[in-house]
DNA sequence: CGCGTTTGACCAGCGC
DNA sequence: GCGCTGGTCAAACGCG
């Protein structure tokens, strides 16, 4: 329903800004999304509400946020750079007693305080869906909910459930507008989306690369760029989530990865979708059929 | 029983 | 130094 989703991300590192994600950007461009330039300035007042719980902690000017391009379609990202040493470096074996376990450790070995603590990219997108967690086709863990100043929406935070992969994302519903949802993704995935190892990714022609990016995909995709995930099964799953979207069925809540999905009863009318073919193409024929 | 969520506590960083 | 806030942990709990 009211899911009309955007994505804008930007890399605030204009050097480093990968081609796809800008041709992304372009892509936005190409159905009257305005796309938002990076670099801006925070001081942005068409920000979003909902960043000024992103703002305030601009530890590290690599932070930058985008001003939303329209109210439906706003969406923002920020991105810090530099590569987060997590204290993943306390491999010891964290087995039982881990409060204590921890006590200790931060006794023995206290933390680099000297250095701050460095984030992984961090990529933020404003939705407007009444789900607050989006689905992107990676199964996500909630560890933990914390509530936001100035906003009487919690934020929740998600890790990715795959083990190997250190990539996390916060969700929090915009206090001035709680139909917007921002996603902050934080890292990049390591591994393919589970989704994709269904039939479901062998359905269909090979989705193009992100300069084929299709139209009506491009404005959706609450995920950030992959590295490791080869970028055609993100798209693809950027279209399964446009297509429920544009079903008006929630494209996604916390557990979509395990949770039976619903599909469109019947191939919308919606404009973006009569091409069947396109939903052939992300969604399971005989999950078509079914219905 | 395994997996995911809830929730209170804890910690680190920042601003005053 | 202190308080505030964001972020994380992990035990308890719920669900299929």
Redesign the pocket.
Known sequence: MSNSCSLITELLDEKSSSLGFMELLNTQDVFGTSVLQAGKPSTEPSIHPADQ?LK??V?QPPEVFNAPATPNTSSISSESNDHEQT?EEEDGG?GG???E???IK?MLKP?K?SQ??EREPRFAFMTKSQVEHLEDGY???????????NSPFP????RC?NSLCNV?K?VERSSNDPSIVVTTYEGQHTHPSPHLHRPIAAIGPPPPPYSGFSPNCAATLPSPPQTAVPSHNQQHFVNYSVLLNSCGYDIGS??TA?QPRRFCSKPSPSPLLTDRGLLEDVVPRSVIKEE
């Open positions: 719980d305030p902690r530890r204290k964290g007693g881990r409060v376990n921890q006590k931060k933390k305080t701050k603590r199964r996500w863990r909630k560890y933990g909910q914390k509530a936001v100043k934020r929740s935070y998600y459930t996390k916060r916390t557990n395990t």
